[in-house]
């Protein structure tokens, strides 16, 4: 049956499916009196709902609550154990593997190290060594938490690059800074048969899982749209109109900033990547003069840059000179970054402009004010005057919260069933029988 907007009975049972499992998520516990007012639905329908998420083990008892001068109410809440997800960043150094409840309490961790010392940066993406590394260790955190891989709603995966699907091959990977070319990540998961046909593979751009984590439990909560920037090696952004929905994943770092400028690891010229991603930054530093520690990865490398360039004082008080070289560099580099943010918000007039990732939380820690006076001093006055400008609060790890939260908003989107679960629709008896009749 379609009701008047064309939606059918079933989708509207879905969406209000949804909307409760949404609200007991971010808000609960909650009575199912509360539930109306929040959720929009009348008393009927909060109980039918419930009532069914109850039976099939989504929601469950909290506790109770007084009411004014009638009984107590009872309090219901999600159930951390009804579900479980996994949440994988392909990093800098390393690839990480997490293993959640639907309460986000993080079961299990491994870490996969990628080689950083071959003659190029692309040798430690090997396609081959990171599908075995995911291979590996969802197998490792699913073991060590005892937790069969059918109770898991998905896996979700966040890379660098584009990530565009085809119906043959699923999510495909454009990573044109590590040496991917149309890498099918999907099908080459999918092909070793590591998990059930049932468990769906969620694979989309690190900035963009980063963007997810940081709209519903960090720094963008309330923000009705915001730009989030994942500063790691190298540079990228999500764009987000909507807390609940997903954002878009935008290749920022590859704007051009300096006409014929320093050559990107993407090939082109005056990329803001090839000035501020972490990489180019610690490369500056070094033509410049200035001495990286020999053989360490980039987040020592950068630990470092920073020490050298804002030393902290000794135990009796003073304070050794600054690395000049090391301090010019970084200065430029708050410049570049501020030109970049201004392109940002003259583009997408954000509510609020979240620097996330190791090396933006490590770099913004020392110059974000620096930072921002740059960004609203090169965009237009009116969108700038209305962006604020903060540091992600879910620390270096958020990309596989993020990444993690990919089936878990499918699953709420589904109303809560399982991909498989979904029962097929029957279509309308006259509408068989018509088409039927055309067949002949």
Request: with cysteine.
């Given at each position: 049956m379609?009701v008047?907007s064309?939606?059918?009975v079933r989708?509207?049972r879905?969406?209000?499916?949804?909307?409760?499992?949404?609200?007991?998520?971010?808000?609960?516990?909650?009575?199912?009196?509360?539930?109306g007012p929040?959720?929009?639905?009348?008393?009927?329908?909060?109980?039918?709902?419930v009532?069914?998420?109850?039976?099939?083990?989504?929601?469950?008892?909290?506790?109770s609550?007084?009411?004014?001068?009638?009984?107590?109410?009872?309090?219901?809440r999600?159930?951390?154990?009804s579900g479980?997800?996994?949440?994988?960043?392909?990093?800098?150094?390393?690839?990480?593997?997490?293993?959640?409840?639907?309460?986000?309490?993080?079961?299990?961790r491994?870490?996969?190290?990628l080689?950083?010392q071959?003659?190029?940066?692309?040798?430690?993406y090997d396609?081959?060594v990171?599908?075995?590394?995911?291979?590996?260790g969802?197998?490792?955190?699913l073991?060590r938490a005892?937790?069969?891989?059918e109770?898991l709603?998905g896996?979700g995966?966040?890379?660098p690059g584009?990530?565009?699907r085809?119906a043959?091959?699923?999510?495909?990977?454009?990573?044109?800074?590590?040496g991917?070319?149309a890498?099918?990540l999907e099908r080459l998961l999918?092909?070793s048969?590591?998990?059930?046909?049932?468990?769906?593979?969620?694979?989309?751009?690190?900035?963009?899982t980063?963007?997810?984590?940081?709209m519903?439990?960090?720094?963008?909560?309330g923000?009705?749209?915001?730009?989030v920037?994942?500063?790691?090696?190298?540079?990228?952004?999500?764009?987000?109109?909507?807390?609940?929905?997903?954002?878009?994943?935008?290749?920022?770092?590859?704007?051009t900033?300096r006409?014929?400028g320093?050559?990107?690891?993407?090939?082109?010229?005056?990329c803001?990547?090839?000035y501020?991603?972490a990489?180019?930054l610690l490369e500056r530093?070094?033509?410049?003069?200035?001495?990286?520690?020999?053989?360490a990865?980039?987040e020592t490398?950068l630990?470092a840059?920073?020490?050298a360039?804002y030393?902290a004082?000794?135990a009796?008080?003073?304070?050794?000179?600054?690395?000049?070289t090391a301090?010019?560099v970084?200065?430029?580099?708050a410049?570049?970054l501020?030109?970049?943010?201004?392109d940002l918000?003259?583009?997408?007039?954000?509510e609020?402009?979240?620097?996330?990732?190791?090396a933006?939380l490590q770099?913004?820690?020392?110059f974000?004010d620096?930072?921002?006076?740059?960004a609203?001093?090169?965009?237009?006055?009116?969108?700038a005057s209305?962006?604020?400008i903060?540091l992600?609060?879910?620390?270096?790890?958020?990309v596989?919260?993020?990444?993690?939260?990919?089936?878990?908003?499918?699953?709420?989107a589904r109303?809560g069933?399982r991909?498989?679960?979904?029962?097929?629709?029957q279509?309308?008896?006259?509408?068989t029988?018509?088409?039927?009749?055309a067949?002949?």
């Open positions: 379609k008047r064309g939606r059918t989708d509207l879905r969406e209000n499916r949804t909307a409760v499992l949404q609200r007991l998520y971010f808000d609960g516990p909650l009575s199912r009196f509360s539930l929040v959720t929009g639905l009348s008393s009927g329908s909060v109980s039918n709902v009532a069914e998420l109850v039976a099939e083990g989504l929601v469950e008892e909290a506790g609550v007084d009411s004014a001068g009638g009984r107590p109410r009872t309090l219901l999600i159930s951390a154990d479980y997800m996994i949440g994988v960043d392909v990093g800098e150094t390393r690839v990480r593997i997490e293993l959640f409840d639907l309460a986000l309490t993080e079961l299990a491994v870490e996969k190290p080689e950083t071959g003659p190029r940066r692309v040798d430690r396609v081959g990171v599908v075995g590394h995911l291979r590996e969802i197998a490792e955190v073991e005892g937790i069969a891989a109770r709603l896996v995966v966040g890379v584009i990530v565009a085809t043959e091959d699923g999510a495909v990977v454009h990573g044109q800074t590590i991917w070319d890498v099918p999918r092909e048969r590591l998990l059930p046909e049932t468990v769906p593979y969620y694979i989309d751009n690190g900035a963009k980063l963007g997810q984590a940081e519903w439990f960090g720094a963008g909560r923000a009705q749209n915001a730009v920037v994942l500063f790691g090696s190298g540079v990228g952004a999500c764009v987000v109109a909507d807390d609940m929905r997903p954002g878009r994943a935008v290749e920022w770092g590859h704007l900033v006409v014929r320093r050559r990107c690891r993407c090939g082109a010229q005056g803001l990547e090839a501020a991603g990489e180019a530093w070094a033509e410049a003069g200035g001495r990286p520690p020999v053989g990865d980039e490398a630990t840059m920073l020490a360039a030393p004082p000794d009796d008080g003073t304070t050794a000179p600054a690395d000049a301090l010019a970084l200065e430029e580099t410049e570049y501020g030109a970049g943010f201004s918000i003259n583009l997408f007039q954000p609020r402009i979240l620097v996330g990732g190791w933006g770099l913004g820690a020392r974000l620096t930072v921002r006076t740059y609203t001093s090169y965009a237009l006055s009116y969108p209305h962006v604020r903060d992600g609060t879910l620390g270096p790890d958020a596989t919260v993020g990444a993690a939260i990919l089936p878990l908003a499918d699953f709420f109303g069933r991909a498989e679960a979904d029962p097929e629709e279509s309308p008896a006259w509408q029988s018509l088409r039927e009749r067949a002949q």
